[in-house]
Structures are given as C-alpha cells and as structure tokens.
C-alpha cells in the first residue's frame, strides 16, 4: 500500500486529497478543503500566501493522524501565470500578486509595440493576455523595481509551495508553460524576451520535468510546524495538466475536455501549434506531463447558467437542479442560440438581458421563459464546444473518434450528451477528481509505483466508473449546427 498527499488548488478554493494505491487500484480520500480569495490591498489584488501555508500545513496534520507513519509523498497543483518572488533571506518579497490585478493591462499594450502579437505567439507558444507572467514582472520592474533587485528566485505558485515546505527551488514544466517566458518546443526561460522587456536576466529558477522527489519536508518546518519529514514530490504543477493525465485515454488522436464555470477544449500535440490561424482564434499551447503539449482553446463553461441561477434565485424565480433537469429533457426543438463566448456574457449586471441584447442583435427573438433560455445556453455550449473540436482537428490535421471530459461540470449528464450530439463523437466523462488524480498518478511514478502516464491511465480506468454517451438525432443537429454557425456570422 502506497499512500500520497495531493493538494490540489483552484483560484477559489483549495483541497487535500489523500490516494492509496494497492497495486492495482486507487482510493480518494478528501482530508481539508479550504477557500482561497484574492485579497484586495492598496489597490491591488494579492493571494494570502501565509494563510495558504497554515492551511497547506493543517491539511499534512490531519493527514498524519489519519495515516501515521505512513504517508509516501506530498504533490502540489494550482492555477497558472502567478507566482512570488523570494528575497536573499529566503523570504517573499510581498505577498504574490493575483492574476485579476489589471495593473499588467498597459504593459501587455507597451510590450506589443516591442513585439507583435503573433510574434510573441511564435515565441512561445501562448495565447498573449495581459494575465501572463511576463505581462505581470513587466507592471512589478517598472513600479516595484525593488523587489525584483532583491530576488533570489521566482517561483511559480505551486514551486513557490513547496520551497516553503523544502527550500528547494526548482519550478515545473508545466506550469511554467503558461508564463509567456518560455522558449516553445523547449524547456528553457526565453533568453530573448526577458533581454528585450528587461534588459537583464531574471532570477527564475530552472525548469523541470515532474515526476521526481524533490526531498523531504524541511527540518526548520518539521520542527516549527510539527509535521514529519515526508518526501515533496514534483507533479505537474498545473491543474489541466494533471487532470489531463488522469483521463483514460487509449486512442492517441483522441480531444479532451475539462468542464467547470471555464472549459478548455483541444487535444495533446508533440509540439506546440503556431499557426496564424490558431492564433487568431485564440489557442493557446502548453505543457502536459510528458515535455509535450496541450493545444487548446479556453472557452465559457457554466458561467452563464451559474449567472442565470444567482439571477433567479435573487427575484423570486429560483430554479434548482432537479426542475431545471425537468426543464431541459422536457423542452421542445430550439430554435435560439448564442455564442458563449462573446463579450456580452463575461461580467454583465443581468445575464437574461445580455442574452435578450445578443439575440436582438442577431435577429433573433429573446427566449420567451425559463425552459427556453435554458436550452438556448446549454445547446450553445455544445455547439460551440463542437465548432472548436472541428477546429483542433482541422488545425492538429487529424480526426478524433471519442472526447474524454474531466471535471465537475461531468455531472450535468444532459449537457454530455449534447456534447455527444453535437460533435457526432463518442464521449467518455470521468473522473470527476481528475486534477487530483493526476497529481497523485504523478507521485506513483516517482515512487516507482507506476511506470508510464499510460499504466496510470489503466489505474484508473480499474479503479474509477466513467459513463459513456453515443450520439443521437443525427439530422436534427446538423440543422442547429448550421443554423448556430449563420448566427455567430452575423454578429
């Protein structure tokens, strides 16, 4: 028996999941869940990294009790783009800043007068947003020099973790990945950028591959904090890349999906995609656990019809899972779409007017209740989930037969099998705690537990149930398909 510690980490809450491997199977276990807000200071926006820290360790003390003596590993996974920088007295220089502070936003425009933006997609990779890494040392070296003349290291947030639990610095490749800093098709910071938007090197710690101990838990922190000297291990440190690894994927032309309030929708490529094409239709590619890539694109999840649901709820008109189940499977031929991703639907005071202003807009008539505006957002999520498929394939020049989804948006079983619908692909959706399982796969491995990312996907598909869906009214979704694709065209 194999016992390792994943914490795995969201721009909104964070968890410890503990995975006990036979040999054969895995177990989950969650131990702690906490939440995880931005703060807002002095007209910034920073992550409380000292309260993660206390959580982090709370989580490892819980765990001890539950399993003395016992524990093989700890792996962390997080968000992408942010990290800390750490000063000559192994210290941060201030708390890391949020990659919702728009202070980045001038400096994305002034770097692209530098260099264009299909340029620096070439360069490495990554859709260009004000978001990056790069974007963000660029607002920190022309208002807070100070901190950057102090730096010892900058890590990225799942680094930065565990140095505070080893002192080790080291970042991941994965995860460094979606900085807009590094060199695409190699594992090295981006010599060029950082000379031409800093004139100097920075203190970035070199990239490595996951899957190896890194060491044990400090003995400053096992003293300190009262934990044991377990072994930290280097998983891939962003969660897409881990949850991705946890798919079960057995054909090799196969497209992935993670579905939450966001969904990224592409496929694994030996090498990054940087295409005019691709560009312009903002892909992005980054690092899976492998050294190879994810050619994706980050599209709209639930947020519209988490909008909707607040929106109801606060006028009287709630509708909750199980009318809105009746609703949806009840509801007759739909006629209205809308495309997610448009600007209308990322902040809006009234989602519903949003969708009324969009349907006015494109010549539409407004859905004219509840049931219709929910089968208006939820067939254009598939739809638009089926139009970027069409588009991976086209651009990756290959043609996948199934989609394997990851992710909690899995348990909404009507909008898999729209998605099933839509592309006229077979759907695969589990496991529900991909990230995490990735990040304890990732562990496995370097324990020498598990000896490929393949044989880990046989784990679990032993050790977890996934449900399939076939697609269904053929005809009836080659009309919507067509008639959502003359709507996007007239906006």
């Not at 349907?359 to 004219?368: E, I, L, N």
């Amino acid at each position: 028996m194999t016992t390792v510690l994943a914490f795995d980490l969201g721009a909104s809450n964070g968890r410890l999941v503990s995975q006990v491997f036979t040999g054969e199977k895995l177990s989950l276990q969650e131990l702690h869940r906490f939440a995880n807000q931005p703060l807002q200071e002095n007209g910034h926006y920073y992550w409380n990294f000292s309260y993660l820290m206390k959580e982090i360790v709370k989580g490892i003390q819980l765990a001890e009790k539950q399993f003395p003596g016992s524990i093989d590993g700890i792996g962390v996974d997080t968000w992408g783009v942010d990290f800390g920088i750490i000063d000559t007295n192994d210290r941060l220089v201030s708390k890391p800043f949020s990659y919702r502070d728009t202070h980045t936003v001038p400096h994305m425009e002034k770097a692209l007068t530098q260099i264009k933006a299909f340029e620096l997609f070439k360069m490495t990779g990554n859709e260009v947003s004000s978001i990056n890494t790069m974007f963000q040392l660029m607002a920190i070296d022309k208002h807070y020099p100070a901190f950057l003349e102090n730096a010892k290291h900058i890590l990225m947030t799942p680094n930065l973790i565990q140095f505070a639990l080893t002192g080790i610095a080291q970042n991941e490749f994965t995860i460094a990945s979606t900085s807009q800093l590094v060199e695409q098709g190699r594992m090295e910071w981006h010599k060029a950028i950082l000379q031409t938007f800093f004139q100097k090197s920075l203190p970035l710690s070199p990239i490595q591959l996951p899957h190896n101990v890194m060491g044990p838990i400090s003995t400053s922190m096992q003293s300190g904090e009262q934990i044991g000297a377990i072994p930290v291990i280097m998983t891939p440190g962003h969660d897409t890349a881990c949850a991705l690894s946890a798919l079960p994927i057995q054909q090799p032309d196969a497209c992935f999906m993670s579905i939450g309030t966001w969904t990224l929708v592409g496929k694994e490529v030996p090498n990054p995609v940087i295409t005019q094409e691709a560009f312009e239709e903002g892909f992005t590619n980054e690092g899976t656990s492998e050294g190879t890539y994810r050619f994706q694109r980050n599209g709209m999840g639930f947020w519209i019809l988490q909008n909707l649901r607040n929106e109801w709820k606060h006028s009287g008109r709630e509708v909750n899972y199980d009318k809105e189940h009746e609703l949806l499977t009840t509801a007759q031929t739909n006629e209205i779409f809308i495309d997610p991703d448009d600007a209308f639907f990322f902040n809006p005071s009234s989602m519903e007017e949003a969708i009324r202003l969009y349907c006015q807009k494109t010549g539409q008539r407004a859905p004219s209740s509840q049931q219709k505006m929910l089968q208006c957002v939820i067939e254009s999520m598939a739809l638009k989930y089926a139009q970027t498929i069409q588009r991976v394939e086209e651009m990756t020049v290959t043609q996948a037969d199934v989609i394997y989804i990851g992710g909690g948006g899995i348990q909404n079983k009507f909008l898999c099998q729209l998605i099933a619908n839509a592309t006229r692909k077979r759907v695969v959706a589990g496991p529900i705690e991909a990230s995490a399982i990735g990040n304890g796969l990732s562990q496995l491995r370097a324990l020498g537990e598990i000896g490929s990312l393949q044989e880990g996907r046989e784990v679990v598909a032993k050790s977890f149930e996934v449900e399939e869906y076939q697609p269904k009214n053929e005809m009836q979704w080659q009309q919507a398909k067509a008639q959502f694709a003359s709507y996007l065209h007239t906006r």
